[in-house]
Structures are given as C-alpha cells and as structure tokens.
C-alpha cells in the first residue's frame, strides 16, 4: 500500500474523531445550559425529593401534606396522633422549614414528620414574594410522587379538626380545589404595571391556605409568566423607619399588597380555571376589628393560647357550615361535590400549649366506655 494512502486515511481518522469530540463537548455545555435554565423557570427543577420507584407505589391517590413552618414543629404531638389514624400510603409529608432544619427524633415527636423537609427551602419573610416561592417549592417537591392527587397547604400552627379518614373522603370527593378567591371592590393593591399579563378583572384576593387538585398544582409550578410580576409590582408596605429621608414620593407610591394573599387565586382566574375551584378556604382563621389585632404590618388573626383552646372551640369551629364574603355580597354554603358539609376541616393559629390542652382534654375520650366528645362530634383525636 502506497505510504501517501497511509498518510491520507491517518488523517481521515484524526479529522473525524476531532469532530466526536466536539460535538460530545457541545452535547454536554447544553445539557448543563438546559439543566440551569429549568432550575431558573422551574421550581421542580431544585427539588431534593425522588419519586418512588414504580414498582414501590400503590394506586390508592394520596393526600399530599404541605407545611409552611420556621423551624420546630410545635403542634407536633396532635399531628403524631392524627396520622397514627391513617394508612401510610394514603399520604405524604413535605415541610419547608428555615435552610439547615432537620427533623428526626431528636426534634419532632411525630414519625411521619421525620426526614420530609425539603432540601431546596429559602429564607421566607412575611408579606414577600418569598412566602409564595416557598409554596411553589413544596407544590413542585410533591408534584414528583404521581400518587400525590391533592394538596393540602398548612401552617405549623394548625390543628386538623376530624381523623384522617373524614378529612381523606371530604378533599378525594370533590373534583374540585378549594381555594379562597373573591373580589374586594375597594381594593387598592393592584398595580396597573401588571396588565396585560395581569388584568384588573382577573384580580382576585383570599386566604393562602388552599386545597389544590394535581391539575392546579401543575399550573402554579408550571407557571412562568405571572408569578415574576408578583415579585416585582407587589410587596407589603415598607415600615416609616425604613423610609429613605426627604424621599416620600417612594412611600406615597407604595401599594400595601401581600402576594400570598392574591397570586393563586389571580393565576387560576387569569388561567379561566375559576369554574374548577370551591371559593372557600378550608382552614379556618379567627379574625377580630379591634386595634389589638393588628400591628403596623396589618391584621392577623387570633391566636389560640392554652386558655383559649379546648374541645368546646373545636366543636365550635365544626359547626360552622356558611361562610358570608361581604365585598361580593355572597354566602357560601359549604359542600364538596354538591353535598353539604361543615366549612373548615383545618384551625389555625394554636400554640404549643394549646395543643398540649387539646391533647390532654381528648384522652378522657380514648376509653370506649367515656362519655362522647361535645356535641357529639367525631373530632381527630378520637
């Protein structure tokens, strides 16, 4: 063989595995580009969760719970008892706790708590765009479990008012989510900087605390467009001391909006999901007119201390079976898919002592041959 042929094919091969090599290089910058920019618009994409292997799954749909804490979880003892009641399959558990927040046994005394802080969490600060981009973490953590069929968002702070199994059959019945939407027609937090992502006509306000089906959960994760207007055009108030001297057109400017209290309910609206959704909440705050509710960032509902909590306020929340929204001159008559129900399956704010009351209360009621609890009611403790 002529050596110039030799030389010729010894190239040919030098030339080409030159060009495997670039592209393979190629290949690899723009996973890594694609995998950054998922991380960027996408909230799963952080997730420090891994769905179970296929063949370690049920087919029952599960409840996903989603808790909104600081760091400890002080109503810790009644949720042990409450999820003593359930299936382990029937559930999930995600907390997004301050970053470095571990739950074990040296921290919780409740098991299903234990190791279900999501890795990816943030510093949330009241009033922010960080308390929804909390949310967005805990939506897209659980997301990744396709079992997950309903999302339940929670507070440390709240205490479940029937067993599992009432709570299960009441949220998996309705094809619906519960979300508290209304309009407020003296409302002053919209800022016309949003249109025309976000028109005033699809401006929406109510509680955070929300029951989403999985086709919700996907669009509040999946959402790309909205969410980044919250950030930027509302924000709470800033307090006078923070105000810049000589400066007050900045302060005159200011709109006092709370972006939990707005974003979900604008997203659905916006997305024409309104007809898919209850527009109620589930989870039931106490709120009061008086100036000692409300401090300079805005009202805040009632905390239950230990004298305040008991089996009879239990039993008191448990009956409410209407909830009148004054700005829309409406009432809603609580019921899920059509059949009549009691409004709130959730309380909120209770502190560690009055959980420790509930509990204490609630035992006298363990032994079969006890008397029935107040009214009658099958509470979550029994």
Known sequence: MPSSTVKKRSHGHTAWRWRVGVLVLFGIVALITLTKFQKITNPAAESGFVALPEETRSTRPKLAFLYLARNTMPLDILWDHFFKGAKRDDYSVYIHARPGVVYSKKTTDCKAFYDRQIKNSISVEWGAASMVEAERLLLATALQDPLNQRFILLSDSCVPLYNFNYIYDYVMSSPKSFVDSFIDYTDERYDPRMEPQINIDKWRKGSQWFVLIRKHAEAVVNDTAIFPLFKQYCKRLSL?????????????????????????????AIKDLEEEIERRTLTYSRWKDFDEERDRRGWHPVTFHYADASLTTITE????????????????WCSSNGEPRPCYLFARKFTRGAGFRLRSQAKQYENPVSRSPPAGRTTFFV
């Open 240 to 268: 006078p001391e923070f105000w810049r001297a000589n400066d007050d057109t900045e302060a005159d400017d200011e709109r006092n909006c709370i972006p939990d209290e707005h974003y979900i309910q604008t997203l659905l």
């Open 317 to 332: 929340i448990q009956e409410i079976i209407s909830v009148h929204y004054a700005t829309e001159s409406r009432t809603e």
